[in-house]
């Protein structure tokens, strides 16, 4: 084989070579990659470790989660029974302190039958209305001022307008039905005659 052939070939197997086989790295370069990857490897375990939390980390927050949403059903369900129960046994108090009146209503009539007095029975009214309005009071029911008072129509209904000689403008002069306040709201108006100026 001539010199010049040898020497071409040589040239082929040179370009095939690559780079890393051409130059092998010196001691600190062997070093240096051994570091990287060293570095690569702790970075990839510190990774593995934070996934790991992570997921521990969301399947406490989804425990948590789905408690609290059980709770919140929970909660939800006890405040629809309360409610039932408050509409259904809302009266309850008021209803126990009728009941006393309801039986002195029944002991006056069962007396009045049985003797005849019409002066026994007003008075079996009389103390059955008076126990009436004492159960209602302690309930926080109470009358609305009415007679003899400037017209408020926040409290009074007006049904009868009439002119009075002896009464202002704006006064009323006759309670037709008695109104009531529940604490301080209004359960219901009194129905008044008011009466106007006086034209004679």
């Given at each position: ?25 010196s ?43 059980a ?79 400037p ?15 002896e ?34």
């Open positions: 084989m001539s010199e010049g052939k040898r020497e071409g070939n040589l040239e082929d197997e040179r370009v095939d070579e690559t780079p890393l086989q051409r130059e092998e790295p001691g600190e370069g062997k070093r240096t990659r051994r570091g990287a990857m060293a570095r690569l490897k702790e970075e990839a375990e510190s990774l593995r470790g934070e996934v790991a939390r992570l997921k521990v980390e969301m399947e406490e927050t989804k425990d948590r989660w789905m408690r609290a949403v709770d919140l059903e929970n909660y939800k369900k006890r405040c629809a029974r309360e409610l039932e129960e408050s509409h259904r046994y809302g009266n309850e108090n008021l209803l126990r302190e009728i009941l006393p009146i309801l039986d002195n209503m029944e002991r006056a009539l069962n007396h009045t039958q049985n003797a005849g007095n019409g002066e026994a029975f007003l008075e079996g009214v009389q103390m059955i209305h008076r126990q009436f309005l004492s159960a209602l009071e302690r309930c926080g029911v109470r009358s609305v001022k009415a007679l003899h008072e017209f408020d129509p926040s409290r009074h209904e007006a049904m009868i307008q009439v002119e009075s000689p009464h202002d403008p704006n006064i009323v002069v006759q309670e037709l039905e008695k109104g009531y306040l529940l604490h301080d709201r209004l359960l219901r108006p009194a129905k008044v005659t008011v009466s106007k100026r006086f034209e004679g």
